[in-house]
């Protein structure tokens, strides 16, 4: 339009109660910088004050969600960033990090590394019982982060080491495992008609790519405390809970990755069951099992293996649980009771926390 259309305060926000003794004009609060000469009052005008070198209030942001992220706390408080919000814990950092930030480009791939490369960040998450007393919370930083990984991380993690998370990047919504009815149950289908899980890759893709609707999540990730889509959300919630070990145990996208990381521990860890839980350590954890976890495990494997070579049936219903193709090389016993194995080590603290 080349003239302003005239917009009124709405009373009590109903479009259609507009107030025309009070119009209303294209401006940025009085507490913040004004706009300039070359940012017109207008969406273009508020993206260029947005990006502002003397705006530091989106680089700040910005920043603080990258430490959100990778430290599991922010600098402050992520959902209140106005005068009753917390202070930053470390402002000069803030400040530093921010002026990089936008210096670089407002590149995100740099302001991760320079965090991740810190020595801050690579601290060990062990503490002291003195550093426990004085800081119990780490807001000082003096020890590494220790916080269970968000939902989408927790299957992406599961599927990367089993070897079926798919690297497509883009392109349309997928649409994994998720039980039958759920959808006509809370939604009536809501115009998409009864859930058909994808094939192939799509089954695989990273959680980013989920299909959700709005009103109805996707069960295992609410399960590990993704929002719902029916609000938006700045901050979210992190528990422990029974629940979630029972679908690390049983969902559909971690038995099915369970049975392939056993095939990869049996096809890569040598020919001894000892060797391949091993394997199984390094492929999950980054690490080799101390002789107490081998120990346990090389027994659970023995207990595993008598029970399904009396129980072929449940031995082959275990390993064809998932669409992914069954090594059918290898033994349906052994595979069986390697998957058990498997499904162990994807449910430990450990595979699931950031230490």
């Known amino acids: 339009r080349a ?7 709405l009373k009590r926000g109903q479009y259609n109660l507009p107030d025309k003794s009070r119009e209303l004009w294209p401006a940025i609060p009085d507490c913040l910088p004004p706009l300039k000469a070359d940012q017109p009052k207008n969406r273009l005008g508020l993206a260029r004050w947005l990006i502002d070198r003397d705006n530091p209030l989106v680089a700040r942001v910005a920043v603080n969600h990258v430490w959100k992220r990778l430290f599991g706390k922010g600098l402050f408080s992520a959902e209140n960033v106005g005068v009753q919000g917390t202070p930053p814990s470390h402002p000069l950092l803030l400040d530093w990090l921010a002026v990089g930030f936008i210096e670089s480009g407002w590149d995100l791939k740099a302001l991760h590394k320079r965090i991740v490369m810190s020595a801050t960040y690579r ?5 002291t019982a003195d550093l426990l007393a004085t800081d119990p919370e780490n807001r000082w930083l003096a020890r590494g982060a220790r916080f269970r990984l968000p939902a989408e991380l927790v299957r992406d993690n599961a599927l990367a080491v089993s070897g079926l998370l798919s690297p497509r990047i883009g392109g349309p919504s997928a649409r994994p495992y998720q039980p039958a009815g759920l959808w006509e149950e809370l ?14 890759d799509g089954l695989y893709r990273r959680s980013l790519y989920t299909y959700r609707k709005r009103t109805v999540s996707h069960p295992t990730l609410a399960t590990f405390d993704a929002p719902s889509w029916e609000i938006c959300q700045v901050k979210r919630g992190r528990t422990n ?15 099915e990755a369970a049975r392939q990381l056993a095939t990869r521990m049996i096809q890569s860890g040598g020919d001894m069951a000892e060797s391949q839980i091993a394997r199984g350590f390094e492929l999950t954890l980054l690490r080799k099992p101390s002789a107490d976890e081998l120990t346990q495990l090389a027994g659970s494997f023995d207990q595993y293996t008598e029970y399904y070579e009396t ?5 082959k219903e275990l390993i064809h649980i998932g669409d992914s193709a069954v090594a059918d090389e290898i033994p349906a016993t052994r595979l ?20």
Do not use: C, F, H, W
């Open 336 to 355: 069986a009771a390697m998957t058990a194995v498997a499904s162990v080590l994807l449910n430990l603290d450990e595979t699931i926390t950031r230490e």
């Open 241 to 255: 809970t029974p629940l979630q070990s029972l679908a690390l145990l049983n969902d559909v996208t971690y038995v």
């Open 311 to 315: 129980e072929p049936a449940a031995a």
């Open 123 to 127: 601290q060990s998450s062990d503490y």
């Open 187 to 200: 939604a009536g289908g809501a115009n998409d008609g009864p859930y058909k899980p994808d094939t192939g």
């Open 3 to 9: 003239e302003y259309r005239p917009t009124y305060l």
